[in-house]
């Protein structure tokens, strides 16, 4: 299934799982608005956030109540400081206040993954190296953070176990060696790229030797990751990985590797603040 018509349907899914959790059977405490009560509601951010999560909140009201009507302040990607507002709703009050928690989980989790992607994206500003994120996702939501790398900047590794080979350690092992398993890669599917995860300059030469696309410098010291450079001298894409936070994010690049790897983009976020509050009501 291509992509794009993979994350429609983890839209639709995802929205009707959310509301089926949390919902159920029914909202009893909205049963204390009279039915007919019409209501505006907007929500805003409470600190500074890259927006995320547009087409799975607009697919949950949607499924909850088509009556409700989103009006947007802002897209995915755009930068928002503290107090802004990201949206407007109008609808029967108990159907904002049905889908209010569901929305707001998506919307604070999926914006805090392009926000802290856009972090760092800022932080490599100028050296020419892209920020990758790994599978290292919440459980349910690896589309939905992966889209979320990419609204803050960043690279999409690879989406799942299907769409790329990255040769661990544990494969090589099993394969009899980096040559071997390279090889073999190749013969199953041609057209994909063919990473290898290397720990010693042994194994990095061996990589080199059986031309991989690219090579993951697993846990090397800055100065083996310009010693790896020099060898590499541009035949395969370079990868570091391990030890990746704000603090050593701009001195890795510097080494002169061609991309970074980073878990924290995805699996240890900091929801985003966000409140929804009534406007009026008619």
Not at 145 to 154: E, H, L, M, P, S
């Amino acid at each position: 299934m291509h992509y794009q018509d993979a994350l429609a349907e983890e839209i639709r899914n995802s929205a009707a799982r959310l509301l089926a959790e949390d919902v159920g059977p029914g909202d009893i405490t909205a049963e204390l608005i009279p039915e007919k009560e019409w209501a505006r509601a907007r929500v805003i951010t409470r600190e500074p956030t890259v927006l995320c999560g547009v087409a799975w909140v607009d697919e949950l009201f949607r499924r909850l109540d088509a009556r409700v009507a989103l009006r947007w302040q802002a897209a995915d990607g755009d930068r928002l400081e503290a107090g802004a507002p990201l949206l407007e709703l109008e609808g029967p009050a108990r159907s904002l206040l049905t889908g209010e928690r569901a929305a707001l989980n998506l919307l604070q989790t999926l914006s805090a993954t392009a926000t802290r992607t856009r972090h760092y994206v800022d932080l490599l500003d100028g050296t020419g190296v892209g920020i990758l994120d790994t599978r290292k996702t919440l459980p349910g939501m690896r589309l939905a953070q992966k889209y979320a790398v990419t609204c803050g900047g960043g690279i999409n590794h690879r989406i799942g176990l299907h769409d790329a080979f990255l040769i661990k350690e544990n494969h090589i092992s099993a394969c009899g060696g980096i040559a071997a398993a390279v090889e073999a890669a190749r013969r199953i599917a041609r057209d994909l790229p063919v990473e290898v995860e290397v720990e010693t300059f042994e194994e990095l030469d061996q990589a080199l030797a059986a031309r991989a696309d690219i090579i993951m410098l697993d846990n090397f010291s800055l100065d083996d990751m310009r010693e790896a450079v020099r060898r590499n001298d541009g035949r395969a894409i370079l990868e570091a990985s391990g030890n990746v936070d704000e603090t050593t994010l701009k001195v890795i690049a510097e080494t002169g590797v061609d991309r970074i790897s980073s878990g924290a983009l995805t699996k240890d976020v900091k929801a985003i603040d966000l409140s929804m509050r009534f406007l009026e009501q008619a």
